[in-house]
């Protein structure tokens, strides 16, 4: 039996409490069954790091609403900057009218871009949504009609970016034919592809980059026709996988090499979550386009494309979004950003997901279900097995010991085959990171024991 922290959640019934129970019903009578519920969690309230249930449980929530509210739930500053900006002006369709915060908004991102500029912003409401841009741009802009996106990873559900998408069978099942154009390759996961050291897992990333110029340019793809190569600096629902280094600047010269354009998708890895505004800048490599949604308005709906400004030279009619830059999601984006600033969370963003991990360095050699520990900032994936030699997946074992988590109190999600991703608000502290990390470790073990 895990003990009760004094410093953390608070449960006070059985989970799924009496409420809860109610509305599961009726969720089970009226909603899509192709939602996926990893627990019975009833959110009614949420403040900072904890969110409250409709029985009064109150919880730890280190899936940040799927690595959504950056800020914490509720952050006053988003709040005001909402409620300022509902009062106002709600809708008038940016693509038909003006808005001002949308110029706004497009400054402050443009500076903060991981690319020089001059740059164009594009808003939509979703990542699904910023991805089609940034797919739809590059063919248009290019001529040309392939592209080339990785196994593991997860672009969105639409039809465009589900066509790049390639995590799980069950997103695709029954849905194609897809949008035709698109080759997928091996993304260097180097906790699954190489068993040496330093050396071998650099080579390894290599080769999954030139396998593009010595395998696909010489047998089945013209370089003259790949418009974009879409990759994911760090891969989220794929397990919380690191790009190396040196991957991404071979991507980066074989792009340049052939006039392919590199899409970075940050919608999950973007805004602060791995201790700089976008994870692709840890390895020194600037994309052509940014694809950016999740957290960047810390809970309201809003996709974002930014490119460098010559190449979105597409006319009016081309693409468009009768809600995207809203002005009330842009009023929560550059509150966001002002939080993210002034309360300095790209750095406590960095300094608590090193403590994290700093703490969690030794779980493969200490709990036989730990394969791998990896991540950057608060991007942290523990991958669960089943054997260590055959790194087996742990799918149920994982699952269970995120079961476990919730009936205690603190909300963590899965990703990948067998993994737990840790994302928590920047907010998060040492002091709350230690709570939840003692639980983890707990469920852990007592996994371990049943097993």
Excluded at 26 to 36: C, E, L, N, R, V
Excluded at 72 to 82: D, F, K, N, R
């Amino acid at each position: 039996m895990l003990t009760q922290t004094l410093i953390g959640p608070k449960i006070i019934t059985a989970l799924p409490g009496p409420n809860a129970m109610r509305v599961l019903a009726g969720d089970s009578k009226y909603i899509s069954p192709s939602y996926t519920r990893s627990y019975p969690l009833v959110a009614q309230h949420g403040s900072g790091m904890v969110v409250t249930d409709v029985d009064g449980n109150e919880f730890f929530d280190f899936s940040a609403g799927i690595a959504v509210v950056s800020t914490g739930h509720c952050h006053p500053h988003v709040v005001a900057a909402i409620q300022k900006q509902a009062a106002e002006l709600i809708h008038m369709s940016g693509t038909d009218f003006y808005y001002e915060n949308m110029v706004t908004l497009a400054e402050r991102l443009s500076k903060i871009a991981p690319m020089p500029g001059p740059h164009k912003i594009y808003y939509g409401n979703s990542g699904t949504e910023a991805i089609e841009c940034a797919l739809k741009l590059a063919r248009y802009h290019t001529k040309r009609q392939n592209v080339i996106a990785f196994y593991g990873a997860f672009h969105g559900r639409t039809m465009g970016a589900l066509s790049l998408t390639a995590s799980k069978p069950q997103q695709k099942r029954r849905f194609g034919p897809f949008v035709p154009g698109v080759t997928h390759i091996r993304y260097p996961d180097v906790y699954r592809g190489c068993e040496g050291g330093p050396q071998d897992a650099e080579a390894f990333a290599l080769g999954c980059a030139r396998f593009i110029e010595d395998k696909l340019f010489k047998t089945s793809l013209a370089p003259e026709e790949v418009a974009a190569i879409f990759v994911e600096p760090v891969q989220g629902e794929g397990g919380y996988v690191v790009a190396p280094t040196v991957f991404m600047q071979e991507l980066r010269r074989i792009c340049d090499r052939h006039g392919i354009l590199l899409v970075a998708d940050e919608v999950q890895s973007g805004i602060g979550r791995t201790g700089k505004w976008w994870a692709i800048e840890h390895t020194g490599v600037q994309p052509d386009i940014v694809c950016s949604a999740k957290g960047i308005a810390s809970g309201m709906p809003l996709g974002v494309t930014i490119s460098k400004a010559e190449i979105m030279d597409w006319v009016p009619g081309s693409h468009a979004s009768t809600f995207g830059g809203n002005p009330v999601c842009n009023a929560a984006a550059m509150a966001t950003l002002d939080v993210i600033e002034g309360e300095g969370l790209l750095h406590n963003a960095s300094e608590v997901g090193n403590h994290m991990l700093k703490r969690m360095a030794n779980w493969p050699s200490k709990h036989r279900l730990v394969g791998d520990v990896r991540g950057r900032g608060l991007m942290i994936g523990v991958e669960i097995v089943k054997d260590k030699k055959t790194k087996e997946y742990g799918a149920a074992q994982r699952d269970r010991i995120i079961q476990l988590a919730f009936e205690h109190g603190i909300l963590f999600l899965g990703c990948g085959p067998s993994t737990i991703r840790i994302a928590p608000p920047l907010i998060v502290t040492k002091e709350e990171a230690d709570v939840a990390m003692d639980v983890l470790e707990e469920c852990i073990s007592i996994v371990n024991q049943a097993a």
